[in-house]
């Protein structure tokens, strides 16, 4: 069962009718059922080992809230963290392996090639360790209700793809009793709306142009490479921040409030910020228990270290690729170069003599160092889309090969367009997704629909559903979180 299915769309809100007709101390069962159908209806058998999970770190935690002893508490902690990346390093990194003798060894008929990947693997796995980690740490105590904390791990709309929330948030929202709202229902039903029109318009159609380009990057111009690969970027953010606003519109129906992943990350002026907008609450995940810690230490290396391992962990999770692995060190590096640079431009800013003998004011000098940022920024984001997408490094090169050769052609805009088989309609579309993303950001739209009145709002909405059924793609393909 995936989102943009006709099973969801009846499953939704059968789920929604009877949160709110259910008695408020046994609203956890009904979505604890519901979690584990709509999990189940994919593949059953991976069910056991979700449950293994919640109840290992539901157990291991009210463990560690009994005992003070430091080696238990250790032992324990090392137990949960076996237990939860031991699968995930199994099911998802065996591809790592792919060409060695390890990932041809033969089990009867079964070979690490066979491995299937447990949809949701990354995001469940992280948000149970997010939580023991806390309470080892003493910063909450422990979950002593199972059934609500296993509703926390597999609550359906955040499931298979995140956001990944942390105890603090969801677990206070699942204990509180929500009553019926009709504007916070609508808010929902908006938000999927936008939701699909970004997967089913934009990610779809981008699905249908992009990957055949870059697999065969020598039969094109520069510039219609070069448009794919921008292409694959906007395809990658359509369909994520699409899934993630389509759990989020179905959990706000129920009144949960989840966390928002995606902030306009391609407006971002820096590696770092990109990191702050994208995938919001990965990288907060990883900040948290991965960077902060290791950059506490007071050796000078120590957020160099912290930087260059965690950008390579937020890539790894990303997908597991030497690929992916390569664009995760290039980001840490260049992101160690931003904080150089700033640092630089900084120490120059104090010294107006300095500044004078450049001939750059202080405005100027900031200006610079935001154009050099961006610019650092899309050389990156236009190599981790020609390296995640193409098919091999061959390919990677040969793009590389063409981007480089632009300028030659860099005049024939309307033909890359035509090559790709972009009109001008699909163009009108992610401008349109762009103004109504930069207007959100600033005041959210549904607000300033609905302070315009039923005469401008439903018009707008009831379009845009009709975009989304005129112009979507409906060939059943999934989100590119499964990949995840």
């Known amino acids: 069962m995936i989102f943009h299915s006709i099973d969801y769309l009846l499953f939704l809100p059968l789920v929604a009718a009877l949160y709110f007709c259910v008695p408020h101390r046994w609203r956890w069962v009904l979505l604890l059922v519901a979690s584990n159908i709509f999990y189940g209806s994919w593949r059953v058998e991976f069910l056991a080992l979700l449950w293994f999970t919640t109840l290992v ?6 463990a560690l809230m009994r005992t003070r002893n430091k080696i ?14 031991g699968p995930l390093i199994f099911f998802k990194y065996t591809a790592l ?3 060695t003798t390890l990932y041809d060894l033969r089990v009867g008929n079964f070979t690490m090639a066979d491995v299937i990947l447990p949809l949701g693997i990354s995001f469940y796995t992280f948000q149970t360790l997010g939580y023991t980690i806390d309470v080892f740490r003493g910063k909450r105590e422990a979950e002593t209700h199972l059934g609500i904390f296993a509703v926390y791990v597999m609550y359906f709309p955040q499931l298979l793809a995140g956001p990944i929330e942390r105890p603090y948030k969801l677990l206070p929202q699942l204990r509180k009793e929500q009553s019926f ?18 997967k089913l318009v934009i990610a779809d159609r981008l699905g249908l142009l992009v990957p055949g380009i870059l697999a065969a990057p020598e039969a094109h111009t520069s510039l ?3 448009l794919a690969t921008l292409g694959a970027l906007y395809r990658y953010y359509a369909d994520l921040s699409g899934y993630a606003d389509i759990a989020i519109g179905s959990s706000l129906i129920m009144g949960i409030a989840l966390t928002q992943n995606f902030r306009r990350p391609y407006a971002a002026v820096s590696i770092a910020e990109f990191w702050q907008r994208w995938h919001i609450t990965v990288t907060r995940w990883f900040t948290d228990y991965v960077y902060i ?5 007071t050796k000078v290396w120590s957020r160099f270290v912290a930087t260059i391992l965690t950008t390579l962990l937020i890539s790894l999770w990303h997908g597991a690729s030497t690929s992916w692995l390569v664009a995760g060190m290039i980001a840490g590096l260049l992101m160690i170069g931003e904080g150089w640079v700033r640092r630089q431009r900084k120490m120059l800013g104090r010294s107006s003599r300095a500044l ?8 100027g000098s900031r200006m610079l160092g935001r154009n050099l940022n961006r610019a650092v920024l899309w050389f990156f984001l236009l190599f981790l889309g020609s390296i995640v997408n193409a098919p091999g490094w061959d390919q990677t090169v040969a793009i590389w090969g063409k981007i480089a050769a632009l300028s030659g052609d860099a005049l024939t805009l309307s ?13 009108l579309a992610i401008a349109g997704l762009e103004i109504y993303q930069w207007l959100d950001e600033r005041r959210p739209v549904f607000d300033r629909l609905e302070a315009a009145g039923a005469l401008i709002a439903w018009p707008f909405w009831w379009g845009l559903a009709a975009i989304i059924l005129v112009f979507g793609v409906f060939t059943g393909s999934g989100f590119l979180y499964f990949e995840f």
């Open 72 to 85: 238990r508490r250790r032992l324990l902690f090392a137990a949960s963290m076996c237990c939860n990346l």
């Open 415 to 427: 033909a890359g367009f035509g090559a790709m088989h972009i009109s001008a309609l699909f163009l």
């Open 293 to 297: 810690p290791i950059a506490r230490s």
């Open 356 to 363: 004078a003998r450049a001939g750059i004011g202080e405005r």
């Open 97 to 99: 392996l792919a060409g």
């Open 181 to 198: 709202d009709l504007r916070r229902v609508a808010m929902g039903c908006a938000l999927i709306l936008v939701g699909y029109f970004k």
């Open 224 to 226: 219609t490479v070069t």
């Open 57 to 62: 770190d539901f157990f291991v935690a009210r």
